[in-house]
Protein backbone atom coordinates (compact mmCIF):
# COMPACT_ATOMS: atom_id res chain seq x y z
CA UNK A 1 0.00 0.00 0.00
CA UNK A 2 1.55 3.24 -1.12
CA UNK A 3 2.11 5.52 2.13
CA UNK A 4 4.01 9.18 2.44
CA UNK A 5 5.18 10.37 5.63
CA UNK A 6 6.31 13.77 5.59
CA UNK A 7 8.16 16.00 8.62
CA UNK A 8 10.71 18.35 9.91
CA UNK A 9 7.91 21.33 9.94
CA UNK A 10 8.29 23.78 12.45
CA UNK A 11 8.31 27.56 13.69
CA UNK A 12 11.35 29.77 12.31
CA UNK A 13 11.81 33.84 12.10
CA UNK A 14 12.09 35.07 8.51
CA UNK A 15 15.55 34.44 7.11
CA UNK A 16 15.82 30.67 8.78
CA UNK A 17 16.11 27.32 7.66
CA UNK A 18 14.42 23.87 7.23
CA UNK A 19 14.72 20.71 5.83
CA UNK A 20 11.71 18.49 5.28
CA UNK A 21 11.45 15.05 4.26
CA UNK A 22 9.27 12.50 2.67
CA UNK A 23 9.70 8.82 3.51
CA UNK A 24 8.02 6.67 0.99
CA UNK A 25 6.91 3.25 0.85
CA UNK A 26 4.46 0.47 -0.80
CA UNK A 27 6.08 1.17 -4.30
CA UNK A 28 9.38 1.53 -6.49
CA UNK A 29 10.01 5.33 -4.91
CA UNK A 30 13.40 4.72 -6.72
CA UNK A 31 12.07 4.61 -10.13
CA UNK A 32 9.55 7.58 -9.31
CA UNK A 33 9.09 11.30 -9.87
CA UNK A 34 8.20 12.58 -5.90
CA UNK A 35 6.90 16.19 -5.89
CA UNK A 36 6.70 19.06 -2.52
CA UNK A 37 3.71 21.17 -2.32
CA UNK A 38 1.91 23.16 -0.12
CA UNK A 39 -0.85 24.90 0.77
CA UNK A 40 -1.35 27.86 3.15
CA UNK A 41 -4.97 28.72 5.16
CA UNK A 42 -7.70 30.15 2.50
CA UNK A 43 -5.20 29.20 -0.66
CA UNK A 44 -5.39 26.50 -2.76
CA UNK A 45 -2.78 23.64 -2.80
CA UNK A 46 0.24 24.48 -5.38
CA UNK A 47 3.67 22.68 -6.31
CA UNK A 48 6.83 23.46 -4.61
CA UNK A 49 9.53 21.95 -6.52
CA UNK A 50 9.98 17.94 -7.36
CA UNK A 51 12.55 15.90 -8.74
CA UNK A 52 12.61 13.05 -11.05
CA UNK A 53 14.00 9.39 -10.54
CA UNK A 54 17.23 10.47 -11.95
CA UNK A 55 17.58 13.49 -10.51
CA UNK A 56 16.17 16.40 -12.57
CA UNK A 57 14.53 19.25 -10.59
CA UNK A 58 12.04 21.80 -11.26
CA UNK A 59 11.06 24.26 -8.37
CA UNK A 60 8.54 27.34 -8.45
CA UNK A 61 9.75 30.68 -9.27
CA UNK A 62 8.95 32.00 -6.20
CA UNK A 63 11.60 29.47 -4.16
CA UNK A 64 14.14 29.03 -6.86
CA UNK A 65 17.35 29.79 -5.32
CA UNK A 66 15.92 29.37 -1.46
CA UNK A 67 14.76 25.37 -1.92
CA UNK A 68 16.99 22.39 -3.32
CA UNK A 69 15.13 19.17 -3.49
CA UNK A 70 16.75 15.72 -3.24
CA UNK A 71 16.45 12.04 -2.89
CA UNK A 72 18.09 8.98 -1.00
CA UNK A 73 16.85 6.35 -2.49
CA UNK A 74 18.52 3.86 0.03
CA UNK A 75 16.13 5.16 2.62
CA UNK A 76 13.49 6.01 0.27
CA UNK A 77 13.27 10.17 1.13
CA UNK A 78 12.94 13.30 -0.44
CA UNK A 79 14.11 15.74 0.92
CA UNK A 80 13.20 19.94 0.87
CA UNK A 81 16.35 22.08 1.98
CA UNK A 82 14.61 25.35 3.04
CA UNK A 83 17.03 28.84 3.33
CA UNK A 84 15.95 32.46 3.38
CA UNK A 85 12.22 31.46 4.68
CA UNK A 86 9.93 33.98 4.45
CA UNK A 87 6.28 34.48 6.15
CA UNK A 88 4.49 33.72 2.85
CA UNK A 89 6.32 30.54 3.04
CA UNK A 90 4.42 29.31 5.80
CA UNK A 91 1.79 26.70 4.76
CA UNK A 92 1.01 23.05 5.17
CA UNK A 93 3.65 20.94 3.05
CA UNK A 94 3.00 17.61 1.18
CA UNK A 95 4.71 15.41 -0.83
CA UNK A 96 3.74 12.98 -3.64
CA UNK A 97 4.58 11.07 -6.78
CA UNK A 98 4.29 13.10 -9.29
CA UNK A 99 3.71 13.30 -13.03
CA UNK A 100 6.83 13.49 -15.75
CA UNK A 101 7.12 14.20 -19.20
CA UNK A 102 10.10 15.55 -19.91
CA UNK A 103 10.59 17.09 -16.43
CA UNK A 104 8.47 16.54 -13.38
CA UNK A 105 5.00 18.26 -13.14
CA UNK A 106 3.24 20.01 -10.40
CA UNK A 107 0.47 17.74 -10.94
CA UNK A 108 0.13 14.67 -8.65
CA UNK A 109 0.20 11.44 -10.34
CA UNK A 110 -1.25 9.22 -7.45
CA UNK A 111 -3.52 11.60 -5.78
CA UNK A 112 -1.70 9.96 -2.64
CA UNK A 113 -0.74 12.69 -0.28
CA UNK A 114 0.82 11.95 3.23
CA UNK A 115 -0.57 13.59 6.31
CA UNK A 116 1.61 16.82 5.96
CA UNK A 117 4.20 19.13 7.78
CA UNK A 118 4.14 22.66 8.99
CA UNK A 119 5.85 25.35 8.45
CA UNK A 120 5.80 28.67 9.90
CA UNK A 121 7.54 31.95 9.61
CA UNK A 122 7.34 34.64 11.46
CA UNK A 123 8.91 37.32 13.76
Known amino acids: QLHLAESGGGSVRPGGSLTLSCEAS????????IGWFRQAPGKEREGVSC???????NYADDVKGRFTITRDDAKQTVYLQMTGLRPEDTATYYC?????????????????WGQGTQVTVSS
Open 96 to 112: TPVVVIRTCLFSSSRDV
Open 26 to 33: GFTSAYTA
Open 51 to 57: ITSSGTT
